[in-house]
């Protein structure tokens, strides 16, 4: 299922033929940094694929398969998690290296948080980012996030940040 699109990008359902490009966007260090902050082993990776991507999402919330239009090529995943009892989703984005620095992280926000506001109906949206990932977190204040909680995970010295981007600030941001 084709789930959204942009100039650039295609966001759909993981297919088979995306597990080779999935396993090298994980085992990928650099990647993976401020995202758990280990490479995944090939063999993680790939039971991680088969096991919660494959065939997935299939409609609304998950991370949607990435497609680099031009490319026809899978290039990461992007998508908001579904939200909890109350009325808000968190936005995730990965992106294999070769494709950091051209805006698309930018583009695909962009794409979900609108489709947040407008299909979707909600009244926020969320993200968490460790900190230090200044890319990503430059990409929510681009948008009008605002810092609102962090936590630290204990035994490992690494700081979770939560932002958020309530429906009010972003109609106000699109009427500027
Ligand atoms: C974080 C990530 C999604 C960014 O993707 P991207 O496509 O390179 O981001 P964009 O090109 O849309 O832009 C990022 C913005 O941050 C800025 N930026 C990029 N790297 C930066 C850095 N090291 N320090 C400060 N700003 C930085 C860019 O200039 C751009 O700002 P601008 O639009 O005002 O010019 C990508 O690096 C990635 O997939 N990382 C691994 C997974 C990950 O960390 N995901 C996020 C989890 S919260």
Same mark, same amino acid.
């Given at each position: 299922?084709?789930?959204?699109?942009?100039?650039?990008?295609?966001?759909?359902?993981?297919? !088979?033929?995306? $597990?080779?490009?999935?396993? !090298?966007?994980?085992?990928?260090?650099?990647?993976?940094?401020?995202?758990?902050?280990?490479?995944?082993?090939?063999? @993680?990776?790939?039971?991680?694929?088969?096991?919660?991507?494959?065939?997935?999402?299939?409609?609304?919330?998950?991370?949607?398969?990435?497609? /680099? @239009?031009?490319?026809? @090529?899978? *290039? #990461?995943?992007?998508?908001?998690?579904?939200?909890? $009892?109350?009325? #808000?989703?968190?936005? #995730?984005?990965?992106?294999?290296?070769?494709?950091?620095?051209?805006?698309?992280?930018? =583009?695909?926000?962009?794409?979900?948080? %609108?489709?947040?506001?407008?299909?979707?109906?909600?009244?926020?949206?969320?993200?968490?980012?460790? @900190?230090? %990932?200044?890319?990503? $977190?430059? *990409?929510?204040? %681009?948008?009008? /996030?605002?810092?609102?909680?962090?936590?630290?995970?204990?035994?490992?010295?690494?700081? *979770? %940040? /939560?932002? =958020?981007?309530?429906?009010? $600030?972003?109609?106000?941001?699109?009427?500027?």
């Amino acid at each position: 299922m084709i789930f959204l699109e942009t100039e650039r990008l295609l966001f759909r359902s993981h297919e !088979s033929g995306d $597990e080779a490009d999935f396993v !090298s966007m994980h085992t990928d260090a650099e990647v993976r940094r401020y995202v758990g902050g280990q490479a995944w082993p090939v063999e @993680k990776a790939q039971s991680r694929f088969r096991e919660q991507y494959l065939g997935r999402p299939e409609e609304t919330y998950g991370l949607w398969a990435t497609v /680099f @239009k031009e490319a026809g @090529k899978y *290039i #990461g995943c992007c998508g908001l998690r579904a939200p909890g $009892e109350e009325l #808000g989703a968190s936005l #995730g984005y990965y992106f294999a290296r070769p494709y950091w620095g051209r805006g698309l992280a930018t =583009e695909a926000s962009r794409a979900f948080i %609108n489709a947040a506001f407008t299909r979707l109906g909600l009244d926020r949206v969320e993200a968490d980012v460790e @900190k230090g %990932n200044t890319a990503s $977190e430059h *990409i929510l204040h %681009n948008f009008g /996030f605002k810092y609102v909680r962090r936590e630290e995970i204990r035994g490992r010295g690494r700081i *979770i %940040n /939560f932002y =958020e981007l309530a429906r009010g $600030e972003w109609q106000r941001r699109r009427g500027a």
